[in-house]
């Protein structure tokens, strides 16, 4: 906890933070000034009032005597009118001051939230196996937020308020510094109040965030995965635990409530206490004086009052907004984790040829998702341009592993992998990527339209255009068939299609691309008989002339592959066509005979 307590003080993080508002720079430094202004015009009413009534008012009283009164009297209008004409100047400050402030953190969280969704949009995809998908949104949205508050009501707005402090006790003692300090004597308690509260509200708001964060992490993964909580009657089970994690977000948001009911009320004392202090010394002096002297303590009486008053109000607050910019501190290097994160899809190749031909080699490839637990041992194959290529085996034997690699979604840690005899290291990984087209068994659909997911929101391709790549294989009349055909509403991940239509849409997609190498990720492992017939017509059509890579469950798709690679526990155990691998009488003629008499029964 020390160690978060001393963020604020973190002088090169602070500036990191406000290095966001260098391109507002007129702004942040117009603020400043406002702050500036605002410190200097605070002592100037409690002046105003005590000259008033010492120089005017008492001597007012001593003119109704002697006929000189009106002349005075005009003079405390005018007096009066420059007060108010202050008050107004200092309210208009004020306003500027706090719009510019808000308006400084609202743009920094701006530029931030793009910066830091552009950084998760290319993080090595190791992150997201590693890292719960609540905890990146609490990143993006609620500790980018709390950045806002360093500005608005954190670092320049606790400047102001010292100043303001500074002017008004710099009066306060140029006035009377005996009836200052005696003023000041409960201060020290006041000290002690504050820096109690200031460390009570900061284990709170860090309790606050981190049960936010578990609070985001948890109920995004169990919304995602709501049919399986309802699917195994569990949800008593997964309610009881949400209840755990919410109690401990109210227990750290009613211990905040508490410091600040206690800490108000103390602030409160110890300002009565002052003004007591006040009031007794101001009596006590007036023993002894004559009338003319014992009149000018009034002044000095009222206008100590109200500096009092100047004086508690920032004191009020200023611990809540060191404590502000505190948690605005620790929510900013949460987030400069993640804009510091090193571990991203790296693209300094610079090789962008006009096609990809298609022939794909692995040379001597190992891979590990965790260091030291390779998945993938020595991968040794090639692929001719325009081959079509099957890879099976048992569920962990790695063969997603294998397509992953090939798109660069992950780095491999030895080996090479090469396409059209050049490493995948050396092109352009956007040109890469979009020479290879990818149908995933559990296809992602975003909510939108047919027509938005087939072309993913790329305004260059029309929706004749889509018409010919639906008709090319043949799903022209099953799109049309949906209410409102290319501009039906999936919704969120496809929840308005079976898994068999979401699968269809993602051929015409691949398609639609017009990729040099096709990778199919199971696609018809999960599909009834009817929408297999429909897959297996459009894979017919989608591999004619592209190098494919297909992994399948069922052998029965894959007998007309030029190629089979067999996979068990990340090594190559066979490789060759269905006749060869099947005469063999090895490993793929076992898997094959175990689901040839599965199928049977």
Known sequence: MQNKNKKIFDVKLLQRVFSYAAPYKHRFWGSVVLAVLLAVVAPVRPYLIQETINNYVVQGVEASETGTKDALISLIVWITIIQIGILLLESAMRFFFSFMTSWLGQTVVRDLRVKVFNKVLHLNLKQYDQTPIGTLTTRTINDIESINEVFSDGLIPIIADLLSIIAILGFMFYSDWQLTLICLAPFPFLIIATYYFKESVN?????VRNAIAQLNAYVQEHIAGMPIVQGFAIEK???????KINEEHRNANIKAIFAYSVFFPVVEIILAVSTSLLVWWVAKTNVGLNAADANLLIGKLISFYLCLNLLFRPLRVIADKFNVLQMGMIASERVFKVLDNPDVTKNEGTFQPASIKG?????????AYIEGRNVLKNINFKVEQGETVAIVGHTGSGKTSIISLLNRLYSIQK???LIDEVNIDEYDIEVLRKNIGVVLQDVFLFSGSVHDNI???NPNITEEQVKDAAKMIDLHEFIEQLPGGYQFDVQERGATLSLGQRQLLSFIRALLFNPS???LDEATSSVDT??????QHAIDKLIAGRTSIIIAHRLSTIRKANKIIVLDKGEIVEMGNHEQLMN??????KLHEMQFQQLSH
């Open 237 to 243: 089970q997964e309610m009881n635990k949400f209840v």
């Open 517 to 519: 190498v096709l990778i």
């Open 359 to 367: 022939s794909i080699e692995f040379k001597n490839v190992d891979f």
């Open 415 to 417: 080996g090479e992998i």
């Open 203 to 207: 284990k709170s708001f860090i309790r």
């Open 455 to 457: 072309t993913l929101r």
């Open 530 to 535: 009817e929408t297999e017939q429909l897959i």
């Open 584 to 589: 063999r009488k090895g490993y793929y003629h």
